[in-house]
């Protein structure tokens, strides 16, 4: 039987974090933007499986850079 592929676990796929409803709120006031301004992500993306989110929930994605060393995206969550 192969084994089961843990899609958060694998090098090539970014550190995915769900946002709490405050840090969710300190972004938007930061950045003075709205949920529906971010780009976004479909609840059932692969990446996020672990994370149980639900639409409207932000996800932050940490991705290694060879430039900057790391780069943070934020993606709002939708339905497919």
């Known amino acids: 039987m192969p ?5 958060g676990k694998h090098d090539l796929i970014p550190k995915h974090t769900k946002l709490s409803e405050k840090d969710k709120k300190d ?3 930061k950045y003075k933007i709205s949920l529906k301004e971010l780009p976004k992500i479909y609840k059932g993306d692969p990446a996020l499986q672990s994370l149980n ?3 409207g929930d ?3 994605i940490v991705r290694n850079s060879p430039t900057s060393g790391e780069s943070i995206y934020y993606r ?3 339905n497919a």
Not at 3 to 7: N, R, V
């Open 3 to 7: 084994k089961k592929l843990i899609i």
């Open 53 to 55: 989110v639900k639409v």
């Open 58 to 60: 932000v996800v932050k």
């Open 76 to 78: 709002g969550v939708v």
């Open 27 to 29: 972004l938007f006031e």
